[in-house]
């Protein structure tokens, strides 16, 4: 991805998320140049990663297949007396996937918090990690239910989906963008992703202009003296 798009796509979910009434800590807002200013008491955002986050999986086609993240809180699973919870608010564009993956350790709740319904399949997975052909339990809002291996669920605003471990998920936004909130044990999108079809997690960026913000992989680059 190029730094100019990652910019725009950043400025257009900032904005959104501000239309919905979801305002961001302060920390959303400080210029990437002035982290290497900041001093170690910053260092819970950087080092659990906080922060604004997005990928286009290595592909290309960030409108296609891609997703915009901000990460609000988050543990460290080395420190027992650390949070043990994140929580992520994401921007999710009409037809933008998020492509098939599960997670081994991390268990999540994903909540359509506002615009349009998030549209969202799933499968077990079997012993090789591949998608499997048996039904798939779900909780949906404290609602347990059964369904066909590969639905695909509508998500209204305000409703939600739990993913349990090894429960392979992908979603997009259907017929417009679409809010989305991740409730969770602690996050580690660094080793925690099983990805069907591999794929990068993190993008590398074309520097073709100034960064606005730190992503939340890029905080080495801007750190304390």
């Known amino acids: 991805m190029k730094r100019s798009e990652v910019n725009k796509y950043i400025k257009q979910a900032e904005a959104a998320f501000a239309a919905a009434g ?6 959303s ?38 997703l915009l993240l901000f990460t609000l809180r988050n543990g460290d699973p080395k420190d027992p007396a650390s949070k043990t919870y994140a929580e992520k608010l994401m921007y999710v564009r009409a037809g933008q996937v998020t ?4 997670h081994w350790s991390k268990m999540e709740d994903i909540i359509n918090r506002s ?33 066909p291996a590969g639905t695909i669920l509508r998500l209204e605003p305000g409703q939600s989906i739990t993913m349990t471990r090894g429960l392979y998920h992908s979603f997009w936004g259907d017929g417009g963008d ?28 074309e520097e ?14 801007f750190g304390a003296k």
């Open 178 to 205: 679409c809010i989305v909130g991740e409730v969770s044990m602690t996050n580690d999108d660094t080793s925690d992703n099983r990805f069907l079809t591999p794929m990068g997690r993190f993008s590398a960026i």
């Open 99 to 102: 492509p098939m993956h599960f």
């Open 22 to 27: 979801f305002i961001l800590p302060p920390f």
């Open 29 to 66: 807002r400080i210029p990437a140049e002035k982290w290497a200013d900041l001093g170690h008491e910053y260092d819970e955002i950087r080092d659990r990663m906080l922060g604004w986050d997005i990928t286009d999986f290595g592909k290309g086609e960030y409108e296609k297949l891609g």
């Open 208 to 221: 073709d202009e100034p960064a606005i913000y730190s992503l939340c992989n890029e905080y080495g680059r």
């Open 115 to 147: 615009g349009a319904p998030l549209a969202v399949q799933v499968y077990l997975s079997d012993e090789n990690e591949e998608l499997s052909k048996e039904d798939v339990p779900l909780q949906l809002d404290g609602f347990h239910t059964t369904v």
